[in-house]
Structures are given as structure tokens and as C-alpha cells.
């Protein structure tokens, strides 16, 4: 079946919703909505599409933020710069982080100024360096309204539009709620999706399956980082909460109440995995923790009492189980390779922000946990939403007007007799990235084994028969996280040393000659190469 009998045949189902604009923001998160801002505030019509509802959907909306805010002072960010590079494995550029650690300034500043309600300390200085997600994204969605921007709540995009030369030109979804599909022609896209966290009940991530990587992909674009995609965050194992800055301050034990020596919520991380492999873990937030500091807590993250609160456990006083929840390319830093300073990526007309980005630029190899993905996440999208906007506007009539195709195929297109199950397929796939033995401690024997069983999935989907529309978003959000994680292994097998968060238990030292970054890409078949040089293109500033 051909990409334009299977569009008619999807597109006559339902009724369609025809939209026309010149900006195409995919996804309503910190990224999406101040992409959406910027192109807005640059004069170009803009609609933001969002699988959830915008404003309360994703890893932001759903907790306390951190931000990456250093005021202009050179010790300051001297400081702020250094403490990333050697633990990203010197990955990082100095560039993107200066033009982030500014930006970032800036965007804060600017959101006192609109009227955010930070939080104030008892001095009464307004605290910025943290953001609530609730109101942060609430204020965001009101944000992006004043400025005109139309938003589709509840509506995913399946497939990307191209135009005759291959140019991003717009995207094809439906409305999960009522059973719309929808078609938005543009003449420019921002995926704005964020991450893959593989569906493990991370807060906030029920949503963050890798759909925006794997449209990236179906029209070309390329990933750098992917092998940096394998974090896993502290939670209690009855909780999706997944705060892993609290446990800073926590004793970790056996079941016997025995100090378990070297673990610990930074370094001593592999420490609570192992040891999960074979027994359970406790933790007890007991160490050196005042009333000041537990006041310090609540207010900063409330919704990290809940569970304890409901359940009468007093996590200051009383142990409770934990366990490692694989939050994978949300607090990872693989992505969408970023081409230069617009945020463009390696295909005409399509931008990336956020954490469907890489954020190797600023990271490197090691996560940013969500303060520098805070940081990113505004920065940007400032920058994509600002010059999606430019190039879509420099376009004129011809952006509408051109002949556009639906590009997406697996999951979308017939190529087989087989019925997929979804649920069996998410399945197979958790079962090989949740395993700290496969994922968090890597080997070639084990990543190998989970490629083949990977690569026989994504074969399986793509000869399956096309799913009925109660299944197509599942099917697609499967085929993303099966895709995802194929990028993810096949770049940890191609970077032969330990280096970041990428650990290579037969290759445990970091290799002086291997300090490139990987880039990969690929469907069907997944290609992985080592970058020309990590000073590249990034460094001409546009």
C-alpha cells in the first residue's frame, strides 16, 4: 500500500479537522509552550498540538523544578560549567552553555516580570532558581493563549508531512477523546515531545514514549547521545514519585536494617542497584535533615509527602522500600541531533527542543537532572519556537500551498497478516531496558542479546496488520519505545569504554581516543557513527 492510499484510508475514517498555520509546535510541556511563545511573539501563526491536556501533562507539569539559573557573575558560572564537564565524560560545549546559562537568565527574569508567583525566602527575595510545575505550566498555557496561539488538547501527532523535496511541511494526529483526526499543513514543525521513559510509571512520564524521535526518524533525522539514555531514578517502590534530590539526604539498609556501605543517591547509585538485583533496599531521610530543612521539603516538592503521608510513614523517622524507576531519555541526554544555534535538526524545516533534543550540547554524558533539563527546556524552545517562526514566514503563500504526504509507516501502514497485541509488545520491550544487568551495568553479550530480541519486535510491528483506531496511538507510542531503545543499544555497543552514565562492565575505564560524540539514526536498519568532531558547526554562531 502506498503512503497516500494508506493516508486516504486513514483520513476517510473519521471526520478531519484542516488546519493551516506557519509554526507546528508537537507538544505542550516547558519546551513546546515557550516554542509556541516565541514563534508567536515573532509574528507567525502558530498551533500547538499535545497529546495530553497542555499545561498538566508531562514530566514538568507534575512536580517541583529545578532550574539551571547562575546570575551573570564569571566565578559563578565558571563554577556552574566545570562541576558538568568531567562527569559528562567533557562531552559538553562551552558555547551552548554560556548561550544556555543567559538564556535561561533572561526566560526567568521575564517570567517575574509577566508575573509568576515564585516562591519567596524569609528575606523576601524571590527564590529563582525553582519553579512549581503545576503553576509554572498553568501559567504557560495562559501565556501562549494571550498570544494567540491555538491549541489542540488530547490530540497526538501520528505521522509527520513532508513536500515533494522532503521539507517538514506539517503533521497528521487525531483527538484521543473524540476520535477526530486532525491535519495541520505549516511551514515549520518543533517536536516538543520529550523523552522516552518506556512507560516504567515514572510521575509524569505516562505520556513521554519516544513518539517524537520516532517521527524525527521516519523523515530522516539523526539522534546524537543515545547511548546517555539509561537513568534511573530513586522512588519508593509504592510511589511514582521519583525525587531523587531528597535522598541526598538518606541512610540506605538491608531488610535487616544493616548499612548498606557506598550506596547513595549520587555516586552510589550502582551501589542500590546491585544490590536490588538479589534483595530489597530501605531508605530513611534521617541524615543531618533539621525542621528547617524538612520545612524546605514539603514546600518544594509536596507531592513527595503524599504517599507517605496517606500510608502513615514518617520518611524521617521510619524506613520504607525503594526501588529504581528507569526514567531513560527524559533524565537521559540522547536525543535529536541539534544541527546548529536555531535549534534546527538535520532536515529542512523541523526543530527540536527539550528533552525529545539532545542535551549532550550542555551535559554531555552524565544527566542534568531537571535543572539543566529545566534550563534546556526554555532555552530551547525559545530558540526553535524564534527561528521555526523565521523560516516559516520567509515561505510566504508557497508554505500552504505546497502538495504534502504523510511519511509515517510503521504502525500506520499494512504490511502483514500478524495482529500486534500492544500490551504484549510494551512488555517485551521493558523487559529488556528495566533490567539494571542489561541497561545500567552494559556488556556486549548483553546488549547484543537484547538487540536481537529488539529488532525481531520492531519486525514483528512492522508486518502486523494496521491497528484499529482504539490501538493506532498505542501501537505507534510501541513502535517508538521499541525504536528508542534500538538506538539507545546500538550506540551503547558502539561506544566500547565507560563514560557518563554509560557504564561498560567489560569496558570499565574511559578511553582518552573515544572523546567524540555518537551519532545514529535509521530505522529498519540502525546505523551508528562517531561524530567528525565534538567542535563542530555548534561553534559558528548563526
Excluded at 211 to 222: F, N, P, Q, W
Aim: charged share 20%; glycine share 10%.
Amino acid at each position: 500500500m502506498s503512503v497516500n492510499q494508506s493516508e486516504q484510508r486513514r483520513l476517510s475514517t473519521n471526520s478531519t479537522q484542516n488546519l493551516e498555520t506557519d509554526v507546528l509546535v508537537i507538544g505542550g510541556g516547558p519546551a513546546g509552550t515557550w516554542a509556541a511563545w516565541n514563534a508567536a511573539a515573532s509574528g507567525a501563526r502558530v498551533v500547538l498540538v499535545d497529546k495530553g491536556y497542555c499545561g498538566t501533562s508531562g514530566a514538568a507539569a507534575a512536580s517541583g523544578n529545578g532550574v539551571w539559573y547562575i546570575p551573570p557573575d564569571p566565578e559563578q558560572r565558571e563554577s556552574a560549567m566545570a562541576s558538568r564537564e568531567a562527569m559528562g565524560g567533557f562531552l559538553a560545549n562551552r558555547h551552548w552553555m554560556t548561550r544556555v546559562l543567559d538564556r535561561t537568565y533572561d526566560n526567568i527574569n521575564s517570567l517575574a516580570d509577566w508575573g509568576y508567583p515564585f516562591r519567596v525566602d524569609n528575606n523576601g527575595v524571590a527564590i529563582r532558581r525553582s519553579l512549581q510545575g503545576p503553576d509554572y505550566m498553568r501559567f504557560m498555557r495562559k501565556k501562549i493563549q494571550q498570544a494567540g496561539v491555538k491549541i489542540l488538547d488530547n490530540s497526538p501527532a501520528l505521522e509527520l508531512l513532508v513536500d515533494a523535496e522532503g521539507t517538514v511541511a506539517g503533521a497528521l494526529g487525531i483527538n484521543r477523546q473524540s476520535g477526530e483526526q486532525w491535519k495541520v499543513q505549516a511551514g515549520a514543525v518543533v517536536i516538543a515531545t520529550g523523552g522516552c521513559a518506556f512507560l516504567s510509571k515514572a510521575l509524569g512520564c505516562n505520556v513521554l514514549t519516544g513518539d517524537g524521535l520516532l517521527m524525527a526518524a521516519e523523515v530522516g533525522a539523526d539522534f546524537s547521545g543515545m547511548e546517555f539514555s539509561n537513568a534511573y531514578a530513586i522512588s519508593p517502590s509504592f510511589s511514582s514519585v521519583t525525587k531523587t534530590r531528597y535522598y541526598d539526604w538518606a541512610s540506605f539498609t538491608y531488610e535487616d536494617g544493616t548499612v548498606i556501605e557506598g550506596a547513595g543517591s549520587k555516586r552510589g547509585r550502582s551501589v542500590i542497584a546491585k544490590t536490588l538485583l538479589t534483595q530489597p533496599v530501605y531508605a530513611r531521610l534521617d541524615q543531618g535533615v533539621d525542621e528547617e530543612t524538612k520545612a524546605w521539603m514539603r514546600a518544594s516538592q509536596p507531592n513527595f509527602f503524599v504517599v507517605f503521608d496517606r500510608a502513615g510513614i514518617d520518611p524521617f523517622t521510619q524506613r520504607f522500600p525503594i526501588t529504581l524507576r528507569l526514567e531513560g531519555t527524559v533524565r537521559g541526554t540522547g536525543g535529536i541531533r541539534i544541527a546548529d544555534y536555531t535549534c534546527a535538526t538535520s532536515v529542512t524545516g523541523l526543530y527540536a527542543a527539550g528533552d525529545a533534543a539532545t542535551r549532550e550540547l550542555i551535559c554531555g554524558g552524565f544527566t542534568g537532572g531537571g535543572s539543566h533539563n529545566a534550563a534546556w527546556a526554555m532555552s530551547s524552545g525559545y530558540w526553535s519556537g524564534q527561528s521555526a517562526a523565521t523560516y516559516a514566514l520567509s515561505l510566504g503563500e508557497k508554505a500552504t500551498q505546497r502538495l504534502v504526504r504523510g511519511v509515517g509507516e510503521v504502525g500506520l501502514q499494512s504490511a502483514g497478516n500478524h495482529t500486534l497485541s500492544p500490551e504484549e509488545a510494551i512488555s517485551a520491550v521493558q523487559a529488556e531496558v528495566f533490567p539494571y544487568d542489561r541497561n545500567l551495568f552494559r556488556t556486549a553479550t548483553g546488549l547484543s542479546a537484547s538487540l536481537e530480541k529488539l529488532d525481531d519486535l520492531w519486525q514483528e510491528i512492522c508486518n502486523s496488520q494496521i491497528p484499529t483506531d482504539s490501538k493506532v496511538i498505542r501501537t505507534r507510542e510501541v513502535a517508538a519505545m521499541v525504536a528508542t531503545a534500538r538506538w539507545m543499544y546500538n550506540s551503547g555497543l558502539q561506544r566500547q569504554e565507560t563514560r557518563g552514565m554509560h557504564k561498560r562492565m567489560d569496558y570499565p575505564q574511559q578511553d582518552p581516543n573515544r572523546q567524540y560524540r555518537l551519532l545514529s539514526g535509521g530505522l529498519d536498519k540502525i546505523w551508528v557513527k562517531p561524530e567528525s568532531a565534538v567542535v563542530s558547526k555548534e561553534l559558528v554562531a548563526v
